[in-house]
Every structure is written in C-alpha cells, then in structure tokens.
C-alpha cells in the first residue's frame, strides 16, 4: 500500500456526536465507551500525519430551516430535523477539538445524507489526489460509514473499515454492521492493524466476501 495512494475518511466526527451536551452524544456514548472509539482515531490520526497519509473529515451541516432536505423527511434523516441537530453555525457541527483539522487535512463539503460521496466533492478529492485506498471511520457505523463503504466499494477504491474507530446507537447494531456487512464491502480492521499495512509491516489481503 502507497502512502501517497492512502487516505483516511473521518465521518461526522462532529460535537452533536462525540461530546457531552451534543444532541445525540448520549445516544452514541455507550458504544464510543465500549470501544475507545474517540481516543482509538486521534492516535490513528496523529500517526497517518506522520506517516504521509491524507486525513480527510467529513462533516454534515444544514441550514436552520433543514431547506436542503425534504419536507417531509422519514427514517434517519427525520430524526436530525426532529432532534434540530447539526445545524450550521452551531457548535454541535464543529468537528471534536482532539481531532481539530490541521493544515495538511481536506475537509469536504457539502454532506447532507448519509453517503459521504453524494451532494459533496468527495470524489473529486480522492481522484485529484491520486488515492486509490480508503479507511473510514465514524457516525454512525450502520449508516454514514456503512453508505459510504458500500459506494467506495462500488467505485473500485480499496476499501478498509476501522472497526475500533466507529460508534452507533447501540453495540448491537454496532456489531451487527461489522459482522455482517462490512466484510462484505471493505477489509475490516483495527486501526493498529491498518497502520500496520501502512508500515509495510503486513500485506492488505482484499477479501471479498462475495456470495455462498
């Protein structure tokens, strides 16, 4: 795996998640506690910078009116607008303090849904960049993360998912996703061991779950 041909996707690493008095923080926290998951991707983090790898955040926002979406939101998205959540200019849409992005990080724009590649310039940063290899972490595991592994994985990168490096609502669904789904679509791993094919200390093994 090329450094230069890496990045990192951190999905909605933002305070209405991961801090205490964010609107949906107390929703998240059990599985944040259970699997480290705050502390797990500063380090992954602090260590791709140094090892050349692109870190790539990717923020949600609406405006105060939620105008960007349907008026009659369902499922997910319905919950955003019921709970006012993420609104811009809010603190709940600053991204965590521990992972403040640095000058060498991309930040994307323009997520409104679940999918981290459609309405944004996801897409185009990776293949401006020349990256071929993405590892995701984030919010939620079964939903933001899962979507945008299911379209990277559709869109020929080489996919890992950071199993230590995501939260949801429950541990179940929690489990459930990386279990079930994520091999299905991804490499899942530890961040430790993603580092580690980073290093060149182990091989990346792509292996499709495909069909039994």
């Known amino acids: 795996m090329k450094r230069i041909e890496t990045a990192i996707v951190l999905i909605e690493f933002q305070n209405d998640f991961t801090s205490a008095g964010g609107i949906f923080h107390e929703a998240v926290k059990e599985v944040m506690d259970e699997t480290g998951m705050l502390s797990n991707t500063v380090d992954l983090v602090n260590q791709a910078r140094e090892a050349g790898v692109q870190v790539i955040h990717v923020p949600i926002s609406f ?16 919950g955003i607008v019921d709970n006012k959540a993420f609104k811009k ?86 489990n459930n996703a990386i279990e079930k789904d994520f091999p299905m679509f991804s490499q899942p791993m530890t961040s430790h061991d993603f580092m580690d094919v980073v290093r060149g200390k182990e091989d990346l093994i792509l292996e499709g779950k495909g069909y039994e």
């Open 63 to 78: 405006t105060e009116n939620y105008g960007e979406l349907t008026q009659t939101p369902y499922g997910i998205l319905k």
């Open 89 to 174: 200019s809010t603190w709940g849409i600053k991204i965590v303090d521990e992972l403040a992005p640095k000058q060498e990080d991309v930040i994307i724009e323009g997520k409104r849904g679940l999918c981290g590649f459609h309405s944004t310039n996801l897409g185009f940063i990776l293949r401006s960049k020349g990256i071929r290899n993405i590892a995701i972490g984030g919010f939620l595991t079964n939903c933001c993360v899962e979507s945008t592994m299911r379209t990277a994985y559709e869109e020929g990168y080489n996919v890992v998912t950071l199993t230590d490096c995501c939260a949801s609502l429950s541990l179940e669904e929690h």
